[in-house]
């Protein structure tokens, strides 16, 4: 089993994730960081990718995606939050004890 990321390391995954993005300057990851803690890399890897196809989508619904000098406003922390709310973690508590039990259990490793 991975263990789910500490604070540093999902900071560290947001970095990375959001370097090509367009943020708000008003974005703070550290904030985002510890909100999205119990979540997995993977997870966060795709709350990312759904805020950026958020603002995409947006410039699409409002008729302006043709212009080619229009572009999709900045990611907000609003953005991360929305998603964060609809969104559950895909590893539970449960699956971890049954992991760190299964490996107490077995001594496997």
Same mark, same amino acid.
């Given at each position: 089993?991975?263990?789910?990321?500490?604070?540093a390391?999902?900071?560290?995954?947001?970095?990375?994730?959001?370097?090509?993005?367009?943020?708000?300057?008003?974005?703070?990851?550290?904030?985002?960081?510890?909100?999205?803690?119990?979540?997995?890399?993977?997870?966060?890897? !795709?709350?990312?990718? $759904?805020?950026?196809? =958020? +603002? #995409?989508?947006?410039?699409?619904?409002?008729?302006k @995606?043709?212009?080619?000098?229009?572009?999709?406003?900045?990611?907000?922390?609003?953005?991360f939050?929305?998603?964060?709310? !609809?969104?559950?973690? $895909?590893?539970?508590? =449960? +699956? #971890?004890?049954?992991?760190?039990?299964?490996?107490? @259990?077995?001594?496997?490793?």
């Amino acid at each position: 089993m991975v263990p789910l990321p500490d604070h540093a390391a999902r900071l560290n995954m947001l970095k990375l994730y959001t370097e090509h993005l367009n943020l708000s300057s008003k974005v703070d990851l550290d904030e985002f960081a510890r909100l999205a803690g119990g979540f997995s890399g993977s997870d966060i890897r !795709d709350i990312c990718q $759904s805020a950026h196809l =958020r +603002v #995409i989508g947006e410039l699409f619904d409002s008729g302006k @995606a043709s212009d080619k000098d229009a572009k999709p406003r900045p990611i907000t922390m609003d953005d991360f939050k929305g998603i964060l709310e !609809d969104r559950k973690p $895909s590893v539970s508590p =449960r +699956v #971890i004890s049954t992991y760190n039990e299964w490996s107490e @259990a077995f001594k496997a490793l």
